[in-house]
């Protein structure tokens, strides 16, 4: 079985494209040939949408997820949608004003990483609110500095794209990783960095936007103390 090509890692503004089913699992999900929806990881949630049939019909997709071995996007639907069969072509089209949210929450999170220079011990994005765990040690921070900072990167308009390099090029600067936990896929020759030039660079596979400007005022809303070493920083969007 092929892997599904995933056209978000390239261009995260894709709001559709035309697919070939290529299986359903044993729970029901279906596998294309090619997707816009990103599956849950990273902290990341998995899309949204729906996948319209030639003659119109629509099956909701509640959710995007890695699948096993070669299945690696799984299009999970909602219950009691029409059933696809492999050879079908659909049209996948993403909720993206949900997917639009994470894509500004997201690089949020970069910009924040760049202001909070520890560890990354866990990490969730959602629509409403989004957070960072990093074990500061005896360090303390400022809610309102990092708000200042954060909107200080947002307002300079930075550019922000994919790129790639080498696992070995990665093994040679370990000091990209951030995640103290868990570690960037390697194994298939090349690994996906995130970059804000002067700003952040550090390897993500999710969604997001092409420049800072696009996120809009962020505050930060709590710093909660999860630990002796950990501090849980939130953000919001500011309106």
Not at 8 to 15: C, M, N, P, V
Not at 164 to 186: F, G, H, I, K, N
Request: glycine share 10%.
């Amino acid at each position: 079985m092929s892997t599904t090509e995933e056209l978000f890692r390239d261009d995260a503004y894709l709001k559709e494209c035309d697919a070939t089913v290529v299986s359903i699992n044993d729970l029901g999900g279906i596998v294309l040939d090619r997707t816009i929806f990103y599956p849950t990881g990273g902290g990341q949630p998995g899309d949204t949408g729906l996948l319209r049939t030639a003659d119109g019909t629509d099956i909701r997709i509640a959710t995007t997820v890695k699948g096993n071995g070669e299945e690696n996007v799984v299009h999970v639907p909602d219950a009691d949608q029409p059933l696809l069969q492999p050879g079908d072509t659909v049209t996948a089209v993403v909720d993206w004003d949900r997917r639009y949210t994470h894509m500004r929450m997201h690089t949020g999170l970069h910009l924040l990483c760049a202001l909070v220079p520890h560890g990354v011990t866990g990490g969730r994005i959602g629509d409403k609110k989004s957070s960072l765990d990093f074990d500061i040690g005896d360090a303390t921070l400022d809610k309102d500095a990092i708000t200042e900072g954060l909107n200080r990167l947002i307002g300079e308009d930075h550019p922000v794209s994919p790129r790639w390099v080498s696992d070995a090029e990665l093994d040679a600067q370990p000091d990209l990783v951030r995640t103290m936990s868990v570690q960037p896929p390697r194994g298939s020759g090349r690994v996906r960095l995130l970059d804000i030039p002067s700003v952040d660079l550090q390897p993500c596979g999710g969604t997001h936007v092409a420049q800072t400007g696009e996120i809009g005022p962020l505050r930060v809303a709590k710093i909660e103390n999860k630990g002796k070493r950990n501090r849980r920083v939130n953000i919001v969007f500011a309106d």
